[in-house]
């Protein structure tokens, strides 16, 4: 699979180019279990470690690699193994602070083009809440929609999709249904090809349904980067869910 289906662009591109780089190649991380991450590029797809350089940098204070980060790797095995190198500048990024560290901030997710905000229709309902998210989503560098769901138990979903444009002028709001489907079509218009996407929500929801409704089965295009983030009504969020894939359309 070319690595241009991950998100590879001209941004990233540029540095690839500006670097000296020898017996090495682009990956994209879709997936990480502890110290370990799974990378993703022409070569097709492999597990993957940190290099000696790099975890003595990450112990000065560097930055780790996280998903959605792009990388530069050294192939080894016929290409079923990895050693990170380097991680290349990214364009956004979602952090949170370190467990047990009052400044250090752990990046959560990175180079997500737009941040969908799903907000329910229902008792949940909180425009005041969804602009805390807003705030998030601008200090990270990706575009914010607001996705309100349960359009179908919601009869005043139109008043109420009203109400939330008001209070985040000049950002998306789409009203979609996860159980019949219904404004998917729409919410695909904001997603373009080859960009990534991930979805913040509040802590106590399960993101079972939005992980399968967002990954496939309702819309081809939403499949393209599927991380579900639960934002806890702090200023950081919190991970539910540590990978991004990418289905075929």
Not at 24 to 47: H, L, M, N, S, T
Not at 55 to 70: F, I
Not at 89 to 95: N, Y
Request: hydrophobic fraction near 40%; charged fraction near 30%.
């Amino acid at each position: 699979m070319s690595i241009t289906l991950w998100g590879w662009n001209s941004y990233f591109e540029a540095f690839w180019r500006g670097g000296d780089w020898e017996n090495v190649v682009p990956a994209r991380i879709v997936a990480q279990q502890r110290k370990f991450w799974r990378v993703a590029g022409d070569f097709g797809e492999c597990w993957a470690e940190a290099s000696g350089k790099m975890r003595l940098a990450a112990d000065e204070g560097a930055d780790w690699p996280a998903v959605g980060d792009w990388v530069v790797v050294e192939l080894h095995g016929a290409d079923t193994s990895a050693v990170i190198q380097e991680v290349l500048p990214r364009r956004s990024k979602f952090v949170r602070k370190s467990p047990g560290k009052e400044t250090e901030e752990q990046v959560i997710a990175a180079n997500v083009d737009t941040a969908l905000l799903v907000s329910a229709l229902d008792g949940d309902f909180n425009p005041r809440r969804v602009e805390r998210y807003l705030a998030q989503c601008w200090e990270s560098g990706a575009k914010p929609v607001i996705v309100l769901n349960k359009a179908d138990v919601c009869e005043a979903a139109r008043g109420k999709a009203a109400e939330m444009e008001r209070a985040a002028i000049g950002t998306g709001v789409c009203v979609v249904s996860a159980r019949t489907g219904h404004g998917f079509d729409e919410l695909e218009e904001f997603l373009r090809p080859g960009e990534r996407w991930c979805c913040l929500v509040p802590p106590e929801w399960g993101n079972q349904r939005l992980r399968t409704d967002f990954s496939g089965k309702r819309s081809r295009r939403c499949s393209r980067f599927g991380r579900v983030i639960a934002a806890d009504g702090t200023p950081r969020p919190r991970v539910n869910y540590s990978s991004c894939r990418e289905a075929p359309c």
